[in-house]
Nanobody, 122 residues
Framework: VQLQASGGGLVQAGGSLRLSCAAS????????MGWFRQAPGKEREFVAA????????YYVDSVKGRFAISRDNAKNTVYLQMNNLRPEDTAVYYC????????????????WGQGTLVTVSS
């Protein structure tokens, strides 16, 4: 599976962005899909994940109520809608695909996109 993330940019605090992650491969629908982010000088952290059937979504506490993850298996694409953005959301955002294990850990994902930069100004 190859992943291509897009949609990052510069936005003011309180604004919105939608990230997209397009996947190649015919087995996209079998993967759990996740979004992680990495701010300068910090470790990569879990943001959100969605099960293969979209029946389960998972979020880090800091984005609950502001971010929404979704997927379109027909388009091999996963999305992250980000609303009410804050300066602390500034990071490179990565999408990832995995088969199993805890959705919260990077080690559960075998495939990663190249990342897209989100910058939130105050």
């Amino acid at each position: 599976v190859q992943l291509q993330a897009s949609g990052g940019g510069l936005v003011q605090a309180g604004g919105s962005l939608r990230l997209s992650c397009a996947a190649s491969g015919r087995t996209f629908s079998r993967y759990v899909m996740g979004w992680f982010r990495q701010a300068p000088g910090k470790e990569r952290e879990f943001v959100a994940a969605i099960s293969w059937s979209s029946g389960g979504t998972y979020y880090v506490d800091s984005v609950k109520g502001r971010f929404a993850i979704s997927r379109d298996n027909a388009k091999n694409t996963v999305y992250l809608q980000m609303n009410n953005l804050r300066p602390e959301d500034t990071a490179v955002y990565y999408c990832a695909a995995g088969y199993g294990g805890s959705v919260y850990y990077t080690s559960s994902y075998g495939y990663w996109g190249q990342g897209t930069l989100v910058t939130v100004s105050s």
